[in-house]
């Protein structure tokens, strides 16, 4: 980190700060999204849209690794934010050695249990035949790199709390450029065994990426350096209590995943589960830009927090909730004017698109709100207020949702596998801004009376 990016975490503009941070934070995003993206393009061309819909039911797994990584990510990137803005340096010492610690451990956990277990999850989500014997192949392989990708994503989110979003942008763009050159190369050459192709050039871009971010923080960090490798009993504890909530949404992430696969096998056979496998691919992809934005806004609300500068949050939260409302609508448009070239794409066939074109817009009606919801959650993060982030979560992936999928489809048919969840996600957004309106006034009061 330059040495002034503290002062201008505390004095630049939000908007400056918003396209200064967001915009390399998106591109990384983005990158990291064409990973899943191209995997199940380069599946659906080169194998089929069995093997496409093999490594989308398979998929919802990896929120696992993407859960664990998230966890102490985002736990450990609100800690270093705040300790930036009080100067805390002990803090910020004990970061990485306490994150490589857990890593190891539940790298290892994941691991074995997904090599043991892959089978017993895809029957969970109803696949069945080819789909299922294809989805274990590509799992068993893709979890060998679980340690690698856990540090690399964990580690990238410290160093974007270090606010060097350009260099964390760039080692995840290195990896996502390996993998999409890599995928079609193995699919190919390895004939039979291609979906594991698919799965290995994966993991190489992990390793890769592991090994660039293990040397930067042992060697270039000025501030965050790797010390003893070992739990810190005060660190973790603050890393869990805000980590948990980001982490949660992404093993509810995983819940949800599974439920609309399971749905749509259930209620429209395995034409609806290939367009499912589809529909998730490009949503995952839509989505993750968001979470970019945000990691923008977690150091400038955390920092300006940290300094009890109360109306610079307020600021900066106006402006990035304007700023997601844009980039939502920017995946929101195309999902509902190119949604034949969108599936075509993933070798869908035709008559699949035909039939299931309209369910795919319905699915993605609500879509452009999602930015103002992302703001929301990582608001509540940055301030080190786990609980109401989790509760955003909780109610939105797990409470409303999982009711809404397992009844609507019974009262209202097939149809409702689509749009029971646009309805909670209306539902949660406007939960989350009267959370968080709540929040700003009641920091408001306080600031004044400093």
């Given at each position: 980190m330059k040495k002034d990016m503290k002062k201008e975490l505390l004095t630049k503009s939000p908007l400056a700060l918003m396209f200064q941070l967001s915009i390399p934070a998106i591109l990384g995003m983005i990158v990291i999204g064409l990973y899943p993206l191209m995997d199940g393009i380069f599946a659906g061309n080169i194998i089929g849209q069995t093997a496409m819909t093999a490594c989308g039911v398979a998929l919802p797994l990896t929120f696992f690794n993407t859960g664990t990584s998230t966890l102490l990510g985002v736990g450990s990137a609100s800690i270093l934010s705040r300790a930036m803005g009080k100067g805390d340096q002990e803090t910020m010492d004990k970061i990485m050695g306490n994150l490589i610690y857990w890593v190891i451990l539940f790298s290892t956990i994941i691991t074995f249990g997904v090599i043991l277990l892959a089978p017993y999850f895809l029957d969970l989500v109803g696949a069945?035949?080819?789909?299922?014997?294809?989805?274990?192949?590509?799992?068993?392989?893709?979890?060998?790199?679980?340690?690698?990708?856990?540090?690399?994503?964990?580690?990238?989110?410290?160093?974007?709390?270090?606010?060097?979003?350009?260099?964390?942008?760039?080692?995840?763009?290195?990896?996502?450029?390996?993998?999409?050159?890599?995928?079609?190369?193995?699919?190919?050459?390895?004939?039979?065994?291609?979906?594991?192709?698919?799965?290995?050039?994966?993991?190489?871009?992990?390793?890769?990426?592991?090994?660039?971010?293990?040397?930067?923080?042992?060697?270039?960090?000025?501030?965050?350096?790797?010390?003893?490798?070992?739990?810190?009993?005060?660190?973790?504890?603050?890393?869990?209590?805000?980590?948990?909530?980001?982490?949660?949404?992404?093993?509810?992430?995983?819940?949800?995943?599974?439920?609309?696969?399971?749905?749509?096998?259930?209620?429209?056979?395995?034409?609806?589960?290939?367009?499912?496998?589809?529909?998730?691919?490009?949503?995952?992809?839509?989505?993750?830009p968001l979470w970019g934005m945000s990691q923008g806004l977690q150091p400038v609300v955390g920092a300006n927090f940290g300094a009890k500068q109360y109306r610079r949050v307020k600021q900066a939260m106006k402006v990035f909730s304007v700023g997601g409302l844009v980039l939502a609508a920017l995946f929101w448009l195309p999902a509902q004017l190119l949604t034949t070239p969108i599936l075509s794409a993933f070798n869908v066939a035709p008559s699949i698109i035909t039939e299931g074109a309209n369910n795919f817009r319905i699915f993605f009606s609500v879509f452009m709100l999602y930015g103002i919801m992302v703001m929301s959650i990582t608001f509540f993060q940055a301030i080190g207020?786990?609980?109401?982030?989790?509760?955003?979560?909780?109610?939105?992936?797990?409470?409303?949702?999982?009711?809404?999928?397992?009844?609507?489809?019974?009262?209202?048919?097939?149809?409702?596998?689509?749009?029971?969840?646009?309805?909670?996600?209306?539902?949660?957004?406007?939960?989350?801004?009267?959370?968080?309106?709540?929040?700003?006034?009641?920091?408001?009061?306080?600031?004044?009376?400093?």
């Open positions: 069945e035949g080819e789909i299922k014997t294809l989805g274990v192949r590509y799992l068993r392989i893709l979890f060998l790199g679980s340690i690698f990708v856990n540090f690399a994503q964990a580690a990238n989110m410290v160093m974007r709390g270090e606010g060097l979003m350009k260099r964390a942008m760039s080692i995840m763009a290195l990896g996502a450029v390996i993998n999409i050159v890599l995928d079609p190369i193995l699919m190919t050459v390895m004939g039979d065994y291609a979906i594991e192709g698919a799965a290995i050039a994966t993991v190489i871009a992990q390793v890769v990426q592991a090994i660039i971010t293990l040397h930067y923080f042992k060697q270039k960090s000025e501030y965050v350096k790797i010390g003893k490798v070992r739990r810190e009993k005060d660190i973790s504890k603050e890393m869990f209590s805000v980590g948990v909530s980001a982490m949660t949404m992404q093993i509810f992430l995983m819940i949800q995943q599974t439920i609309l696969y399971k749905q749509a096998f259930q209620y429209g056979g395995e034409n609806a589960g290939i367009l499912m496998a589809a529909t998730l691919r490009v949503y995952a992809f839509s989505f993750i207020d786990g609980k109401k982030a989790g509760t955003i979560v909780m109610l939105r992936q797990l409470i409303l949702f999982i009711p809404a999928m397992v009844f609507l489809p019974k009262l209202f048919g097939a149809n409702a596998v689509w749009w029971a969840e646009p309805v909670v996600d209306f539902i949660m957004i406007t939960v989350g801004v009267i959370m968080q309106v709540k929040a700003l006034s009641t920091m408001e009061r306080v600031g004044s009376q400093v």
